[in-house]
Structures are given as C-alpha cells and as structure tokens.
C-alpha cells in the first residue's frame, strides 16, 4: 500500500503555571492510504492532542520536541509537516487533512450559516464555484443523515440539536475529499442508527477515495466494526501496536487487557464489570519507568517503576511497550544462545 502518514519520536510538552508538562512522549507511527487507524485509550490518555499535533493545532504554549517528525505523503511529493509556517498551513489544514472534533458546537462560528462555514472551505481549498459548492454541501449533509438538507444547510449551529451537529461536522469534514481525516469521538453523540449510517458512509470513501482514517475513541466496540489497525495509548505513550482483530483476540499489554475486561459482558448482563484500578495520573505527576506501573496487576519488582520499557515484536505486525514482554524474549534469546553454545562445544567437528 501506499504509505500517507508518518510520526517518528513525537514529543510534546505544554509550558503551565506549575511548570512545563508532558502530553505525548515519544510516539511513532505510520498510515497507507485507504487504512484506518484506531487510536484507543482512556480521557486524559492524549489521543486528542496528538491527533492534533498532525496539523500543528495545538495552544500556543506547545513546545515540540527537536526530534519530533511528521511526513504527510501528497500527490505533489512528501510535506514536511513540522516545518511549514504559518502562511502555508492551508496545505493541511482543512485541505489534505480534515479533522472531526469531539464539540462540534465550539467549532462552528456561532454567527455564521452551517452551509456557508461548508461553502466558504470548499471555495478555499478546492477548484469549485459557489453553486457546486453549495449543491455538494447539501448532497454530504444528506448523505450523513440528516432529514430536509436544504433547510438545514441555510441555519446556524445553535439551531440544531446535538446529534444533529455533529452530523454537520462530519459532512463538512467529509466534503473536501481530504487525503486524511481525523476522527475524534465522531459517533459519540449520535444514537446507534446514524451512528452506523456514518461509520458506513466513512468505509465508502476510504474505499472511493483511498482516504486515510485516524480514528480516535475509547469505544472498543466502534474500533472493531471500522479500523484496520488500532494503537493503544496510554498517559501520552502507545504502548500495544498492531493490526485491530490480533490485538482484540489476543492482547499483550496490561493495559490493552483491562480496557477489555472492563467491557460488559452481552452474554451475562449480571456478570459484575471489572474496571482497571486507580485513576489516570495527571501529566503533573507522570510515574517513572512504565508509565502504566501505578496501576498494573503484574508488576515486575525493581523493574517496571524504574525503566521505560521499549517495543517488543511479537510478530511481524504486533508489537507492545511491556516488561512482561522484554524478559520473556531475553529469556528466550538467552536460552537459544545457551543451546547454540552446547551444539557448538559436543558438536563433531570439536
């Protein structure tokens, strides 16, 4: 496939009151075009930031790390992301990338018509007269659902209803045929029917367009249904990679294994739910180590709360941030090399 996206070594802290603070701590990935991408992991995880992090859209008060590189593949050759000023961001903001927020309400101008927030993007960013855009605005709008699109497209944020706006959002996002688009939270407001209707509606243009979706939820069942491949975050750091059905059968991290067990189980509606321990800790007060040791089951004394645990491979596409995980292959390569060692010494040849 081909590749669209890379994140290597991202790195991102806020400069605050109490002092500068870790949000996203060394995260690397890559997206192809036409694959979704889920990104999981509880509130204050740093999903959110670090999809935004991919536009620069961040407060001003970020501070990138020096190491932090973002490579947006487009048609006319790689964007170097981390590198473009301000006058050149229209390159991705709203053009290559769209981005659906989780509060569609404090993303639309209060002031102005949901049809010509639509209308004035697709006059930015595409080729298109204002006749062609209104009819395609009106066109995304319906095909995301929602009831008398005409009607709707002529009023303003505050006179639709939740869901509604949320709809809106997406069909805006969803207009400029965007090389990448971000999904934050998209179906959390919508019920279960326009909820599939939009899940749907995103597969389509993956496969018309060859999109690429980064999906950002906490719903495990949403993940399932859409990605291709998830990413587990936790407190600023992935910490399980690998494609969405491997990782949902067989989880390796701790972590990835709670978020699970915590789910209700459909064939026992009685059966108690079994929620990860403790609480996500504030950045203010991130753990040494793994970052996840404050509140894991399986602990490795001496070690988990001192080292940061690096990326195990544990096929060609699974790999988890774990300790569990490192001792077993130094286990293992220490037993090959013990054994390797014996062949050698009673071999013939000696």
Same mark, same amino acid.
């Given at each position: 496939?081909?590749?669209?996206?890379?994140?290597?070594?991202?790195?991102?802290?806020?400069?605050?009151?109490?002092?500068?603070?870790?949000?996203?701590?060394?995260?690397?990935?890559?997206?192809?075009?036409?694959?979704?991408?889920?990104?999981?992991?509880?509130?204050?995880?740093?999903?959110?930031?670090?999809?935004?992090?991919?536009?620069?859209?961040?407060?001003?008060?970020?501070?990138?790390?020096?190491?932090?590189?973002?490579?947006?593949?487009?048609?006319?050759?790689?964007?170097?992301?981390?590198?473009?000023?301000?006058?050149?961001?229209?390159?991705?903001?709203?053009?290559?990338?769209?981005?659906?927020?989780?509060?569609?309400?404090?993303?639309?101008?209060?002031?102005?018509?949901?049809?010509?927030?639509?209308?004035?993007?697709?006059?930015?960013?595409?080729?298109?007269?204002?006749?062609?855009?209104?009819?395609?605005?009106?066109?995304?709008?319906?095909?995301?659902?929602?009831?008398?699109?005409?009607?709707?497209?002529?009023?303003?944020?505050?006179?639709?209803?939740?869901?509604?706006?949320?709809?809106?959002?997406?069909?805006?996002?969803?207009?400029?045929?965007?090389?990448?688009?971000?999904?934050?939270?998209?179906?959390?407001?919508?019920?279960?029917?326009?909820?599939?209707?939009?899940?749907?509606?995103?597969?389509?243009?993956?496969?018309?367009?060859?999109?690429?979706?980064?999906?950002?939820?906490?719903?495990?069942?949403?993940?399932?249904?859409?990605?291709?491949?998830? #990413?587990?975050? +936790?407190?600023?750091? =992935?910490?399980?990679?690998? !494609?969405?059905?491997?990782? $949902?059968? *067989? &989880? #390796?991290?701790? +972590?990835?294994?709670? =978020?699970?067990?915590?789910? !209700?189980?459909?064939?026992? $509606?009685? *059966? &108690?739910?079994?929620?990860?321990?403790?609480?996500?800790?504030?950045?203010?007060?991130?753990?040494?180590?793994?970052?996840?040791?404050?509140?894991?089951?399986?602990?490795?004394?001496?070690?988990?709360?001192?080292?940061?645990?690096?990326?195990?491979?544990?096929?060609?596409?699974?790999?988890?941030?774990?300790?569990?995980?490192?001792?077993?292959?130094?286990?293992?390569?220490?037993?090959?090399?013990?054994?390797?060692?014996?062949?050698?010494?009673?071999?013939?040849?000696?």
């Amino acid at each position: 496939m081909t590749r669209l996206l890379e994140v290597e070594n991202l790195t991102l802290q806020f400069d605050t009151d109490e002092g500068r603070i870790t949000a996203v701590d060394d995260v690397s990935f890559t997206l192809d075009a036409g694959e979704v991408m889920g990104l999981v992991g509880e509130s204050g995880s740093g999903k959110s930031v670090t999809a935004k992090s991919l536009m620069k859209l961040n407060a001003t008060n970020a501070v990138y790390s020096p190491e932090t590189k973002i490579t947006l593949y487009l048609d006319d050759g790689p964007v170097d992301v981390m590198s473009l000023k301000p006058n050149d961001m229209h390159i991705i903001r709203g053009g290559a990338i769209s981005m659906i927020f989780q509060e569609p309400m404090a993303s639309f101008a209060p002031a102005i018509s949901i049809g010509d927030q639509m209308v004035e993007q697709l006059l930015i960013h595409t080729n298109m007269n204002k006749k062609a855009a209104r009819e395609l605005s009106i066109e995304m709008l319906d095909r995301v659902g929602i009831s008398d699109p005409s009607t709707r497209f002529k009023q303003y944020a505050f006179e639709l209803s939740g869901g509604m706006r949320q709809r809106a959002m997406i069909a805006m996002a969803l207009s400029t045929k965007p090389k990448l688009l971000i999904a934050d939270e998209p179906t959390t407001a919508l019920d279960v029917t326009i909820q599939a209707q939009v899940i749907d509606l995103m597969k389509d243009l993956v496969t018309e367009f060859g999109m690429g979706i980064i999906f950002i939820t906490h719903d495990l069942g949403v993940i399932a249904q859409t990605a291709d491949n998830m #990413a587990v975050m +936790y407190l600023g750091r =992935l910490v399980e990679q690998g !494609p969405v059905r491997e990782v $949902l059968r *067989t &989880p #390796a991290h701790p +972590y990835t294994r709670g =978020l699970l067990a915590a789910l !209700p189980d459909l064939d026992d $509606l009685d *059966t &108690p739910l079994s929620p990860i321990p403790g609480d996500i800790p504030s950045p203010l007060e991130r753990p040494p180590g793994c970052v996840f040791n404050t509140r894991c089951g399986d602990v490795i004394a001496g070690r988990c709360a001192v080292e940061v645990p690096e990326f195990t491979q544990l096929d060609d596409v699974h790999s988890v941030a774990c300790h569990l995980h490192t001792q077993a292959a130094d286990s293992r390569s220490e037993e090959r090399r013990v054994g390797t060692g014996c062949r050698s010494r009673w071999s013939p040849s000696h």
